[in-house]
């Protein structure tokens, strides 16, 4: 039972290793199927080439953008570009005015939509609503177009508003426009409106019209906002998170719209997130906010509720853009680079190979077997990471992969030569595979760990353009020691058993004698003939190897049963001169 114990384990572990294979292929199949993740990895800007988006710069008065602002917008619409999948990307600032933002392949229209969205997310009071009709029907039936405004209408409030949910804001002119305001005419462009004077808006699906007042909060007061399900309900919705002033003024603003709802003074109760010139949300006040940590809750799935987050987390630009140019680019580096890397990387593997023949003989196949496996994993979880993550290969990922390669063969020759030196110390080959996984494990672990480390580092703190390298060189790291555990120590378990490598023969790269496994107990050392060259000079030199790491205790020992060998050969020798 001892025997087969292991056998029984290494087989149950490989099959586990076939399991997570196929169960990581069925992922990327569903991909494949839903139209969404592909059999290939999806390659980055410096090798496919894609698309480059030019955004101007505008100031309210005109005057060039300060590199701060450019530079914070640059980061929001970063943040707006990871948020949408899309990996890899490059987006930079140039000429003090404008932003460069370039996408690998071909951006889909809600990316475009995504960063073309450059007017400031705003929170205005609502103060009416009604449905997206230009028309009304009136005393004799028929379909009536409300009144356009016109010069003769009053555009002055007749009282000074106290506060932004004042009615003394609608005036006759702004009732007209309202009321004619067209949600389908792309002509209406409230975004660039005015902050301190009532806005006419739509909802993002035309539904539903809003006269707004003036802004009270916009979006660089919000500091977070996160899709969560709610604790008693289980329906999703989304948390915010504000800052100092924000906070203050939020606070003001519900405890106004609040006591609108407490004197059913309804839609007056409500407040709209406004982005881009839309109404993105307008939820109705619950209860006195003080904290800064409102939540909105509604009909939300998990996607809406993500994608009402993104827009309220990601939706505050310090400046508003217009879209100078829009066109594909050619890569940068090109397939060519990438050719070259590629057989760089072969070239590596050939190389590995060959010294792993060389050193090893047999289980050298076992490395290339192990890289084989790893090389597997590697590509078909950066299939899924493409499609779950947007995640794209650069020509820096590139070569953290063939980096990764020698990695890979450390492991493998600290545990080999872990195994020869117990055979060396006289053990049989199965337990040599045992003690030896026992103690390489250990060293591979920490020298691994202190790769994950790096490659975390460097991700965190390196440029965009080394951010590549050092995902996959992490990535890699904790596939190897994945292989290392689930693959190559139950192989050799395996192999260990079988005559050729159980056998120790002279080409399995296991054979005692080659290794001079001349210490049998860890008292006692055999035999072996004096020569001055050869496989006996070899098996000499190893002796007094094992000899030279004996313990004080064990050299006592081995004296002591020296000296008892030695009296009981001279007892013998007397015996044999009585007689």
Known sequence: MASTSPTRHAWRVLLGLLVVTAVLFGINAVGVFLGKSSWTPELALDLQGGTQIILSAQTADGSDPTQEQLDQAA??????????GVGESDITTEGGRNIVVQIPGVADEQTRQRIEASAQLELRPVLATTDPATDFVGEDGKSTPWPTPDATMNATPTAEPTDASDLSWVTEKLRAQFLSYDCTDPDNDPASAPKDEPLVACSIDGQVK???????????????AQAAREQDSGQWIVQLEMNDKGTKTFADVSQRLYQNKLANQSPRDQFAFVLDGKVISAPQMQAVISNGKPSISGSFTQESSKTLADQLRYGALPLSFNVQSNESISATLGSQQLQIGLITGLIGLGLVAIYSLLSYRAL???????IGVMGVLTY??????????????SLAGVAGLIVSIGFTADSFIVYFERIRDELRDGKSITGAVEDGWGRAKRTIYISKSINILAAVV?????????????????LTTLIDVFIFVIFTHPVMQLLARTRFFGGGHPLS????????AVYRDRTEFRQVQTASSGKAARTKASRGEAERRQTIAERKRAEALAGASDAGASAESGKDGDA
């Open 458 to 474: 460097l991700y965190i703190l390196a440029d965009a353009t080394v951010k590549g390298f050092a995902f996959t060189l992490g």
């Open 364 to 370: 050298g196949w076992v490395i290339m077997a192990s």
């Open 210 to 224: 809003y006269l707004l007042g003036p802004t009270e909060l916009t979006g660089t007061e919000i500091t977070d």
């Open 75 to 84: 980061a929001i619409i970063r943040q707006r570009v990871d948020a949408s």
């Open 509 to 516: 790269g296991l054979n005692p004698e080659e290794l001079g």
């Open 380 to 393: 078909i979880i950066i299939c899924i990471l493409a499609w779950r993550m947007g995640f794209r290969l």
